[in-house]
């Protein structure tokens, strides 16, 4: 079978400490290996205010996952996302090539950014002398 590049964005709850968050997320990559897949890319987005309630929580935990996988993996790892109870919500689309190429100029786009940001030169503070603060304060 022909293998598709996939996105899988997962929704935990908030509550859960940071190391049952990243054994949960290894478990995830691990049912995507195992079943043949290959994972791309992960990005943890981190805890994030919900617009609205899910299952009582106010805050989730986001994380994404890029990977190539055969057809039949996605049902797979959607019912292993039902049957854990820590996951509030998940969504997995198939990405086109136009997608593919969108995530990648928007990737280039934040290094870009974040070079532009490196190269700008703090200026650093002058401190009044204590005349000057005299007449500010007589001013007023």
Request: aromatic residues 8%; charged residues 35%.
């Amino acid at each position: 079978m022909k293998s598709r590049v996939y996105e899988s964005v997962v929704l935990f709850n908030a509550a859960l400490d940071d190391d049952t968050i990243k054994n949960l997320i290894t478990r995830i990559k691990e049912t995507i290996t195992v079943n043949g897949g290959e994972i791309l890319e992960t990005e943890d987005w981190g805890r994030k205010r919900l617009a609205y309630q899910v299952k009582r929580s106010k805050i989730g935990y986001y994380v994404i996952h890029r990977f190539n996988a055969p057809p039949d993996l996605i049902p797979k790892l959607e019912r292993y996302y039902q049957l854990d109870e820590n996951i509030l919500r998940y969504l997995t689309i198939a990405l086109t090539k136009d997608a593919l190429e969108q995530i990648e100029i928007d990737k280039s786009q934040q290094s870009k950014l974040a070079e532009e940001v490196e190269e700008i030169i703090p200026v650093p503070l002058v401190e009044a002398d204590e005349d000057e603060e005299e007449n500010i304060v007589k001013e007023e």
